[in-house]
């Protein structure tokens, strides 16, 4: 890391191909991406952490965000707490109105 830090600190290693260290830049950075994909992988959130991050992004609190989203507030803490999954037509609103990955909705 100290290296990769050192070679982009030249601003000509990162745009040109040229230059002596652009090479050595993008191996060391190809390596260190395999290495944190292989050992350090990042988890997409869950509903919950993804809902409350929005949340919070938006100022909602739970009984605006039922309203938004058409829900009772019960139903929201059901879904903030694990409890229950969102049917899919909620499913759907949470994704379009929350802007988050159906993916992360649906949990695939």
Known sequence: MKRIEELLSVPENIENPEAKGYVELNLLSDMVADYEEKYHTIQP???????????????????????????????????LNGKSEPTLKVAREISRKLDIEASIVLGV
């Open 45 to 79: 959130p869950t509903l919950s952490e993804a809902i409350k991050l929005r949340m919070h992004e938006r100022g909602l609190n739970q009984k605006a965000l039922s309203q938004y989203l058409g829900v009772s507030s019960s139903r929201i803490s059901e879904y």
